[in-house]
């Protein structure tokens, strides 16, 4: 025999000629808060991590620029590697800590980024908010700074054409009045064509310094 609680709570849930239906629970005010502040707690951990994981400078892929945002979000999961097309991004090793072991970064000796032409397909393929919207009109993945004691233009070297004058899709590098390789802070977004292309420490002019005669560094203008 059923009791007169579980009788009533059956009653309450009949419709449709007595078939019964469980109510499914509402979106409390509870919840609504507890998700804002767990929103805020991951953000919160992501700056703390990347201070507690020794966070030094490192090019990260277009949108990926605010490390406190980037460190929160970021899962490791590789897809904005796996989907861009010219192989720029690779991932870190331990320098700055095991904590950011397998983060992604920006490897411009392999390829470099030609912002998909607009369609940013590591943006797009990331599932978790770490990479957000990038204009490469505004925004810098980092910026090209010359070292003149790799550039061969700086020193005596019939070797070199400035192939990475070429290579700058934005108009952001030239040669001034002495044949020396200057770069336009302006129009640079940090692309990584001109260190790809750049032959300083290439295998072919290998000196040991691991240092191009250009580099793409972090931004902090």
Known sequence: MKTREKTDS????????????????????????????????????????????GETDR???????????FWGACIRCDRCRAACP??????????????????????FREGYCDM???????IAACPTGALTAFDPYVDKIGMAVVDEAECQLYGISGTCNAP????????????????????DEKRCNGCGACECVCPTSAYR???????????????HG
């Open 205 to 219: 002019n290998y000196d040991a310094s691991n240092k191009r005669g250009i580099n793409v560094e972090v931004w």
């Open 59 to 69: 090019l990260r892929p277009p949108g990926g620029q605010d490390a406190d945002r």
């Open 164 to 183: 990475c004058i070429d290579a700058c899709e934005w108009d952001a590098l030239s040669l001034d009045e002495n044949g020396r390789l200057v770069v």
């Open 86 to 107: 010219l192989a720029a991004i690779g991932v870190e090793g331990l320098t700055p800590g095991i904590i950011g072991a397998r983060l992604p970064i920006m490897d």
């Open 116 to 122: 998909c032409d607009g369609a940013f397909r590591c």
């Open 10 to 53: 059956a009653a309450s849930l009949q419709e449709d000629g007595g078939a019964t239906r469980p109510q499914k629970p509402g979106l409390s005010r509870r919840s609504l808060i507890g998700g804002a502040a767990m929103a805020a707690g991951l953000l919160a951990f992501g700056g703390a991590t990347a201070a507690f994981g």
